[in-house]
């Protein structure tokens, strides 16, 4: 993807009303960070969200000696993983550097999973709560953050960092989608109970509304509304093109 269509990706996606944006040092090795920080300077710091993680800071590296896995391009750094509290002081402060920002939405701690870590998982979960989540909840207190959580890609760590700390968000990663349901059955119960527990919390709808997604107080019916009539189209498209049942497909996504 090149900088000039990556920045008219961004502007059209302004344009038309989608202000959140999700990134991590670890995508593209900075990249990610640094584009998104260059299209972002010019706009009104309240018209927007963003989200970015911690768990890995960067290092400079020769780019012959990059482990880039499947991904093409990105910067020349090497990642590396540390979910200490300084390794994650340092981490956001490069984030805030590559973003041009002085303060972030929400900040997560990224990919303390089997998927990521194999049997390794338990040393870093706990290196995560006694530093990162510590780290996350200082900056909060000090209003550089208003959200902390996690980015995971197993339902089973978001039920472990619930039960060891307090979250404001979640991020489960490819657990509810057209192919694998799996988040449907043990990771939507876990978001009803923390609904229920915290009904007199309203974050999600200020924030919504300070970057200009919900104007008013019915809006939120509405946006949501919009989203889902956007996925059943989706889901129509694909029907269509598989030659798959519309009703049975809209079912299973519903």
């Known amino acids: 993807l090149t900088e000039e269509n990556c920045n008219k990706t961004l502007e059209n996606n302004f ?64 990642p590396i993983i540390d979910y200490s509290y300084d390794g994650v002081m340092k981490s956001f402060e490069q984030s805030l ?12 701690i990224h990919d303390v999973d089997k998927w990521t870590h194999g049997e390794d998982v338990e040393v870093h979960f706990k290196t995560a709560m006694e530093g990162a989540y510590k780290a996350l909840d200082k900056l909060k207190n000090e209003k550089v953050i208003q959200a902390i959580g ?28 057209l192919l694998e349901q799996s988040g449907l059955e043990d990771f939507f119960p876990l978001i009803q109970i923390a609904s229920w527990e ?26 949501f509304k919009k989203w889902f009539r956007w996925v059943m189209n989706q889901v129509s498209r694909i ?16």
């Open 198 to 223: 915290f009904a007199d919390l309203e974050p999600p709808n200020k924030l919504l509304k300070k970057a200009g997604l919900l104007t008013e107080e019915k809006d939120d019916d509405l946006f």
């Open 150 to 177: 996690i980015g995971v890609n197993e339902s089973e760590m978001c039920f472990r960092f619930a039960e060891a700390g307090d979250f404001d968000c979640m991020i489960l990663a490819g657990r509810y989608t």
């Open 239 to 254: 029907s269509d093109r598989f030659g798959n049942n519309k009703k049975d497909d809209a079912e299973k996504v519903s």
């Open 97 to 108: 550097d590559r973003l041009n920002l002085s303060r972030i939405d929400v900040c997560l």
């Open 15 to 78: 344009k038309h009303g989608v202000k959140l944006f999700d990134t991590s040092p670890y995508y593209g090795l900075g990249l990610s960070e640094t584009r998104l920080g260059n299209f972002l300077k010019n706009k009104e710091r309240d018209s927007y969200l963003i989200c970015t993680k911690v768990g890995r800071y960067l290092v400079p590296e020769n780019p012959k000696k990059i482990d880039r896995g499947n991904w093409k391009g990105g910067l020349n750094f090497k």
